[in-house]
Structures are given as structure tokens and as C-alpha cells.
């Protein structure tokens, strides 16, 4: 899937697997060519489910970092938050390899503590891209293109990584 090959329609989330084909088209939808995104929000607990493994991600996220096929010369970032990153990198392994390259524009970060136990399953950026997993239980959820809907939850998740801390170093330091 090229940047440009993000459906209109966004998938119904009503499966572990229709989330996956959410969190894909979020993420094809938010580095469309042409968009104005320049902040991608991914909110999880752990991120356990979600489909950061594959090689075409990296290889979009990349380009889309890098600012191909966008805004010239815009400073992109990818921003992470969660409870905690304890499974990530046995969950995902090629994906914290390909963050070490990336570690000017990849921000993990750690909620407080009496907020990590309610932190919503998001994914938003800055052009009304949402995608938002509301019951995790039964694999419900909801996916849109619309900047109302994704507005409060910008602003409630920048509220929150302002309280938030920085956490998931890429190179952990060994003595």
C-alpha cells in the first residue's frame, strides 16, 4: 500500500482483525500524500494488538518521516503513549529496531500512574484521522475521517502527555 492508497471509507471495527485494518488505514490515511499531518498520536496501553510489525509500515513510516510525499521540510513525529512498553519489545522486535533509526521523531512516553489503567485505544493525527478501539473486550470500535470527532480526544491526549514522561529509551545503557 502506497501513501496515496488510504480507502475513504474507514473500516468497521467490529473483530481483532478490524482493528488491525483500522490502525493500518489510520496509518495510511494520516501519511497520505498530499496530507498536512505532521503528528501521528498512538495510544495504548501496551500495544500488544496492534500491527506495528510489518515491513511496509516501516518502510511508509519512513518515507512519511522523512517528508517524503508531504509537506516539504515539516518536522514529522510519531508519538507513543502508554501505560507501560514492558511487551514491546518482544511483541515487536523489527519495530523497536527501526525506531533506533528514527529516534529524533519517535516519542515514547509513559502515562501517569492514575491515568494508565484508563488510557484509551487511539489512533489520530492531525487531520481528523480516528481510530478508536472502545470496547476491547469484544473488538468494538470506531474509525472516522472527521476533525470534530477527533478534536476533544487531541486535546485531552495533549493534556495527558503533559503530564506524561519520557520512557522506552532506544538504547538502554549497560554498565
Not at 480507502?7 to 496509518?27: L, M, Y
Not at 501521528?40 to 516501516?58: G, K, Q
Not at 507513543?80 to 522486535?93: G, T
Request: glycine letters at 6%.
Amino acid at each position: 500500500m502506497s501513501n496515496n492508497d488510504a480507502p475513504d471509507e474507514p473500516p468497521v471495527i467490529d473483530s481483532r482483525s478490524g482493528f488491525v485494518a483500522a490502525v493500518q488505514w489510520g496509518f495510511a490515511r494520516a501519511m497520505r500524500e498530499g496530507g498536512r499531518s505532521r503528528r501521528i498520536l498512538c495510544i495504548d496501553r501496551d500495544f500488544v494488538d496492534w500491527p506495528l510489525e510489518a515491513p511496509e509500515l516501516h518502510a511508509r513510516l519512513t518515507a512519511w518521516l522523512k517528508g517524503a510525499g508531504g509537506v516539504p521540510g515539516a518536522q514529522r513525529q510519531l508519538v507513543l503513549l502508554a501505560a507501560n512498553f514492558d511487551e514491546m519489545p518482544r511483541r515487536h522486535p523489527r519495530f523497536v529496531a527501526w525506531r533506533r533509526h528514527f529516534t529524533h521523531a519517535v516519542f515514547p512516553f509513559a502515562a501517569p500512574e492514575d491515568m494508565a489503567a484508563v488510557l484509551p485505544t487511539l489512533l489520530l493525527d492531525d487531520d481528523g484521522t480516528l481510530v478508536r478501539l472502545i470496547d476491547p473486550v469484544h473488538w468494538r470500535g470506531r474509525a472516522s475521517a472527521d476533525e470534530r470527532s477527533a478534536l476533544p480526544w487531541r486535546e485531552q491526549i495533549d493534556a495527558l502527555l503533559q503530564r506524561s514522561e519520557a520512557a522506552f529509551p532506544a538504547q538502554s545503557l549497560g554498565l
